[in-house]
Nanobody, 117 residues
Framework: QVQLVESGGGLVQPGGSLRLSCAAS????????LSWYRQAPGKERELLAS????????NYAASVKGRFTISRDNAKNTMYLQMNSLKPEDTAVYYC??????????WGQGTQVTVSS
């Protein structure tokens, strides 16, 4: 069955770095556009960045531009989010999304990122 599994979250101090991974299975990964979202307590889910099937990166949120980098490795069926210069306001649950159309639209279960000293 279709699975998206995020990993790499955790507790990090302000200014630190984390790399999130999203491992996919059960569908043809290379044919899906991919995105990272996050949701902080009491806030709406926020789109952070997207990467197309042809590796074009789009939609970096202003809040993370210049600090976060999205990438994909189709050979490993995995998407990544490199997060640098983390701030307390980056604390959230981070989700990966794979979408081909409105019917083929999958989500992971989320991974918690906490930025605190």
């Amino acid at each position: 069955q279709v699975q998206l599994v995020e990993s790499g979250g955790g507790l990090v101090q302000p200014g630190g770095s984390l790399r999130l991974s999203c491992a996919a299975s059960g569908f043809i990964f290379s044919t899906y556009g991919l995105s990272w979202y996050r949701q902080a307590p009491g806030k709406e889910r926020e789109l952070l960045a997207s990467i197309t099937t042809t590796f074009v990166v789009t939609n970096y949120a202003a809040s993370v531009k210049g600090r976060f980098t999205i990438s994909r490795d189709n050979a490993k069926n995995t998407m990544y989010l490199q997060m640098n210069s983390l701030k307390p306001e980056d604390t959230a649950v981070y989700y990966c999304n794979a979408r081909r159309n409105s019917f083929l639209d999958y989500w992971g279960q989320g991974t918690q990122v906490t930025v605190s000293s």
